[in-house]
Every structure is written in C-alpha cells, then in structure tokens.
C-alpha cells in the first residue's frame, strides 16, 4: 500500500524550531521529488519547497525554497530509511498551517497537480 505520513507538528512560540518528517511506505522514495506544502487557515495550499530525486544518475538532490521560507526550512533526504525532513527555524505566526509532503517521480515541478501522492498532514501552530 502506497502511503505518505508526515509527523512532527505541533503548537510553539514565536522564534522556535519543529522538524517534520516525510514517511513513505509502498515504494521507493529515492525515484521521487519531494515537495512540501502548506495551508494556512483560510488560504489556499502553497508550495514551500522541493527536493529532487537524488539517484545519483540522472537526478543529483537539489533543493528548491519559496522566497518566504528561503534561509529558515531546510530540506535534507534520508534515502536508506525512506524519509524526508523539513527542518523549520524562525517560526513566525504566518507559518501556521498543515504541512503536506507530496511526490512526483524525479525532478521537483511546480504544478501540484502533477505530484503523485499526498499524505494527510500535519498541523503546525505558532504562537505569538
């Protein structure tokens, strides 16, 4: 069974730190983009962020930050364990929201609409 699970949200303070984590089962995440996006309360799904397949062939890893993320997430891939992890510093109210990790096959695209699967989401709260 094909399953994305995100984990590793929570409520904090202005300025802190949450890390979440990207777990898939069902098939291998080195062939796939990972992307991270967000909700917030009232607003419509946004891209954060992607990673690109890191096969070590054709697709070597890069990351991808919307400007408003840029320089406090940081995206890292833990293949072996079929993971992936947004680390997040300098939270800030406007970043609340659920948090969706997503992928489509290979290299990062735009277009949400192309990613492949989803998982449920995870809820991150900052509080100010």
């Known amino acids: 069974q094909v399953q994305l699970v995100e984990s590793g949200g929570g409520l904090l303070q202005v300025g802190g730190s949450l890390r979440l984590s990207c777990a898939a089962s069902?098939?291998?995440?080195?062939?796939?983009?990972i992307g991270w996006f967000r909700q917030a309360p009232g607003k419509e799904r946004e891209g954060l962020s992607c990673?690109?397949?890191?096969?070590?062939?054709?697709?070597?890893?890069?990351?991808y930050y919307k400007d408003s993320v840029k320089g406090r997430f940081t995206m890292s891939r833990d293949d072996p364990k079929n993971k992936e992890y947004l680390k997040m510093n300098s939270l800030n109210p406007e970043d609340t929201g659920v948090y969706y990790c997503a992928v489509v096959s290979g290299v990062c695209v735009y277009d949400e609409e192309q990613y492949d699967y989803w998982g449920q989401g995870t809820q991150v709260t900052v509080s100010s």
């Open positions: 069902g098939f291998i995440l080195d062939y796939y983009a």
């Open positions: 990673i690109s397949s890191n096969d070590g062939r054709t697709y070597d890893g890069r990351t």
